[in-house]
Every structure is written in C-alpha cells, then in structure tokens.
C-alpha cells in the first residue's frame, strides 16, 4: 500500500508542498509518514509512526529546508510497525547516500538481502524497501546508472521516489503494479503515487510515469529513461481500481469513481434484489452503492453514519472493546428500521467486520439485509503491495458464497463477477494483475511470505 510523493523547487518551501501532498496520500497508509529535503545535497529527513498530522507540526516543517524533498505514507507490507521502518529511509552507502521511499513489496528481497550482506553491506531495518535504496546508493556508477542497474534486480512492485546527489528520483517496475505519476507546478515538477496529490498541491498532470521506466529531476528538468523493458500487457493491480486508490484519481487514464459506479451498475445487473433502500458500508462502498440505485431505482439513503474522525490507532483495546470495535466507525440511522436494505461494499476480506455490521443494521431492525459486493471474492494472497491476510484468514479462500453469507449472517449475498469488474474498468485484461481473485500470478512469488520474515535480523 503507501504512498509516496516529490518535488524539486528552487522557490518553494518543498516540505510544505510535501505536507500537503502527502494528506491527499494519507489513506494509502496510517502507520507512518516522513519527509526527506536536500539542501544542496545535504540530506535532512523527519519521519515518525502516526498520522501526517501528528508527524509535522509548523515548527519541524519550518526546519526542513531544501530544494528537494520526497515524502512517504505507510502501511506495513513488509516489516513491522517500528520506528526504524518508517520512510524515507536513509542509506549511507560507500558510493553516496540516498533517501528512499518506496510502494510495493519485493518478491526476491531475501535473495537481494543475502547478497547485500555477502558485499559487506549492514542493512538496519526489516523493510524491504532498505534493500533497493542500499542498491543504489553502494553502486560505484554515476546516479542514473546505479537507479537502472538496481531496478534491474528488483522482482516485484516497486514506485519510488528517492533523493541522492541533490536530485530528485522517481522509477516504476516493469509490470507497472502500482501507480506512479508526474505533474508539473509551474516550472516545477512534482511526483506522486495518484493524481490526487497533483490535484491538492495545484500541479497539473503531466503523464503516469511508463512500465521500467526512471526519471531524474535536475536543475534542467525531468530526464527520462527506459530504464528496464516493460513486461507484456503490465500487472496493474486491480485492488486499486475498486478499493485501494481515491476516488478522484485517475489511474491509466480511468476516473476510479467513474468506474465505481459502474462496477455498482453491474452488481445490479447480475444480482438483483427486491428492496426498500440501497445504503453504502462508507466510504469506499459509496461509489459502487450510487451504481446499484440508479441502475435499480431503489432509493439511496447513508443508512450508516461513520465516524471520520476515527483512524488507526495504536491503542490496543480489551477484547470487549475489540469486539465493539466497528461501533468506534459506524453507527446506523432510524431510517433502516424496518426496511429491506442492500448493504453495498467493495470487498469482504476476513469477513469480521461485516459480520459485525449486518448484526448492527439487524439490531437497527432492518427486515432483510442483503450484502452486494462489487468485486468477486478475495480468495488469495497479495505479495506485491497489499497487506491481505493468509488464505487461511480470507474468509472466501476455501468457502462457498453461501457458506460466506451463513458466516456474515446476511439474508443474501451477491459478488460482482471477474468479467463484470474487468469491464467496470473499461482496461483490457491483460493490463491488469488479479491474483487475489484468480490466484494467477504474473511472476514467481515467494514461499516465505509473511511481513515480518526478516525481524530476526533486526539491528
């Protein structure tokens, strides 16, 4: 998941431009954020676990000086919540030293790791995001050949933007998993993980960054190059199309609401259902829940209210509050009351939080709920960016759609089909990466899996 962002500017306060463009980017992760600002070529990063907010406050942010800077959102897919894990991280290499920050996961960062410490090089983090940075920064070449010789070691998913040399660095992996875009701010120029960001800081699109491709920003502007081939069709993962990015992006040229909606109009199409009121699960059901109403004429209501002040927290609750803990979020309106409602969400992953709230909508007293989800079911794991669990925890791995509805206690339950998402996103199939649904995966994964399979060699 994360997010990432940059910009070099002679003129403008860069860490404040950062800052900005790194809220649009904050639902990309909640774990972390930092940012890192060259100063002619002199390297200062801040970075912290918690929210944007509570990272930066006016006074560190008047202390980040430069004309360069990148800043990072996290979501652990590789490494645990540590301090030390958080991004940009910092490399001190023999060669030079780079700020890196990173989305995506790395399929071979064992192997990579392995040969690192055979080269002498101390890795000091458990995130496999070290490894591409000390690539680059222990590499004797010039800046633009050290970035392409390590991309080409790279498998996996990997948009990044980085810092070295007092340029500002931006490349993407050849299948293109996560997104990666380049904006212009009046004669600056800025990158990010989604257009959003452009949108906030006042920067207009330029182009997503290509497949295999690397971009470095100097005084001269951005020089690109092909840096790795692109890989067939591309893997863009399809999680970001009906859950991950925001709505008002734009991912390969699509509206991601737009295509919502349309995913929310086949659900209608392929599952109809008698009913008073269609009301989404917020805010990422929204979308999709507009689709079903208008193509069913079943009246749209919010039906539940959440709670938008309420984030991750690194509070651990008892097991009482841990059991309530969908209430801290949602609460649901009056109006449900005896009604036949159409829940609509975009996924149902372990299947715990939907259970709690079919209970809280029946509790309401709503007569029927009836769960419409606008993707098919998550059946498998994610090993180039996306936290989702074992396929012993993915509630739809190894059961039947009615044996996911017993679970959830819903009165019905209906998934949108592969064929009616691929069409949602008006994107051809082979552009896309569906492993989660499909278990059909665009290049060899790893055995060992999980997140945390370097915290024993933590320093």
Not at 171 to 184: E, I, N, Y
Request: aromatic share 6%; glycine share 10%; net charge negative.
């Amino acid at each position: 998941m994360c997010g990432v962002f940059g910009i070099r500017s002679a003129d403008r306060d860069v860490a404040r431009v950062s800052y900005f463009g790194l809220f649009a980017l904050q639902h990309r992760g909640q774990e972390s954020a930092g940012i890192a600002v060259s100063d002619k070529g002199r390297l200062t990063v801040l970075r912290d676990l918690g929210l944007v907010t509570q990272v930066f406050t006016e006074e560190k942010l008047r202390g980040l000086h430069g004309q360069v800077a990148i800043g990072h959102t996290r979501y652990s897919t590789t490494g645990s919540t540590h301090w030390t894990n958080s991004q940009p991280l910092v490399h001190h290499g023999r060669t030079r030293t780079v700020a890196l920050g990173h989305n995506g996961n790395l399929v071979n960062a064992t192997e990579l790791r392995e040969q690192l410490a055979g080269d002498g090089v101390r890795l000091v983090t458990t995130s496999d995001t070290e490894v591409i940075a000390a690539l680059i920064a222990n590499d004797p070449a010039p800046l633009g050949k050290a970035v392409a010789n390590a991309m080409a070691r790279l498998e996996g998913a990997f948009s990044v933007t980085a810092l070295a040399e007092g340029k500002l660095i931006g490349f993407r992996d050849a299948l293109g998993f996560r997104p990666l875009v380049l904006g212009r701010l009046d004669r600056d120029w800025v990158l990010a993980s989604e257009t959003c960001a452009l949108d906030l800081v006042g920067a207009e699109f330029e182009r997503e960054i290509a497949r295999g491709e690397l971009v470095v920003v100097d005084e001269d502007g951005p020089h690109a190059t092909q840096a790795v081939p692109e890989t067939n069709g591309g893997a863009q993962c399809i999680f970001e199309f009906f859950y991950l990015a925001r709505p008002d992006s734009r991912l390969a040229g699509v509206e991601i609401h737009g295509a919502r909606v349309r995913m929310g109009e086949a659900l209608a199409e392929e599952a109809p259902v008698d009913a008073d009121l269609v009301l989404p699960i917020p805010d990422s059901g929204t979308p999709a829940a507009i689709g079903f109403s208008r193509a069913t004429g079943i009246p749209f209501s919010e039906g539940l209210i959440k709670n938008r002040y309420v984030g991750r927290t690194f509070i651990e609750p008892d097991q009482g509050l841990r059991e309530q803990g969908v209430k801290l979020k949602f609460n649901p309106l009056a109006e449900v009351k005896g009604k036949r409602v159409v829940a609509v969400d975009d996924t149902i992953v372990r299947g715990n939080t939907t259970r709690q709230i079919v209970q809280m909508l029946f509790e309401a007293g709503a007569a029927e709920v009836h769960l419409r989800i606008s993707a098919p079911p998550i059946v498998s794991q994610c090993y180039y960016g996306i936290d989702f669990a074992d396929e012993d925890e993915l509630v739809a791995a190894r059961r039947t759609v009615e044996e996911v509805r017993e679970y959830v206690g819903a009165t019905s339950l209906a998934f949108l089909s592969l064929e009616g998402l691929q069409a949602s996103t008006r994107r051809p199939e082979s552009s896309f990466c569906r492993a989660c649904l499909t278990r059909d995966y665009p290049t060899a994964v790893p055995r060992e899996s999980t997140k945390l399979r370097f915290e024993t060699t933590r320093a």
